[in-house]
């Protein structure tokens, strides 16, 4: 009678075993995916903290001077509003990778995406992504092509402005 019942738990014992490297597994899975994303999250932070300590005018100032450069105030306020739109692209930025991890509903996605499609319409955001995206095409092309999307065909003029 015992042996009769043997090969059952063995064959219990190998489909919960079986089950148990497919959780583990799973769960290994997602905490990578967590771990980029914080990661991520904490580049994109200081980036963004490096740029808005950037726009202190003091700081702007001694940049600009740094740089060889003189410190006009018009110079002072171009270059804090360069730093602000990079602000701007890295947060686009965290939000696109948050998206490709699957960390986001398609819902949040679709209200960000509008936000940004919004922000992008501004011509000094729209003219410093013209301007930067020929660099960063080449190092996140699937990135690029999500801002080009949120630009939907339309085109700034880029006029005079630098920063």
């Known amino acids: 009678m015992l042996s009769d019942i043997a090969p059952i738990t063995a064959t219990i014992s190998g489909l919960t075993a079986t089950a148990s490297l497919i959780y583990v597994a799973i769960q290994t899975r997602l905490s990578v995916r967590h771990t980029r994303a914080q990661i991520?999250?904490?580049a994109a932070a200081r980036t963004t903290n490096v740029l808005l300590r950037?726009?202190?005018?003091?700081?702007?100032?001694?940049?600009?001077e740094g740089?060889?450069?003189?410190?006009?105030?018009?110079?002072?306020r171009r270059r804090q509003f360069h730093y602000h739109c990079g602000v701007a692209?890295?947060?686009?930025e965290d939000y696109f990778s948050q998206h490709e991890a699957g960390l986001l509903s398609e819902e949040q996605f679709a209200r960000g995406r509008a936000t940004f499609r919004q922000s992008l319409k501004e011509p000094g955001l729209r003219a410093y992504w013209l301007r930067h995206r020929e660099v960063m095409i080449k190092a996140a092309p699937r990135y690029c092509a999500f801002i080009d999307s949120l630009c939907d065909g339309e085109t700034a003029a880029v006029g005079d402005w630098t920063p």
């Open 40 to 42: 991520h999250q904490g």
């Open 54 to 64: 950037m726009m202190d005018p003091e700081i702007v100032q001694a940049w600009i």
């Open 67 to 76: 740089n060889g450069g003189v410190p006009t105030p018009e110079l002072i």
């Open 89 to 92: 692209m890295v947060a686009m």
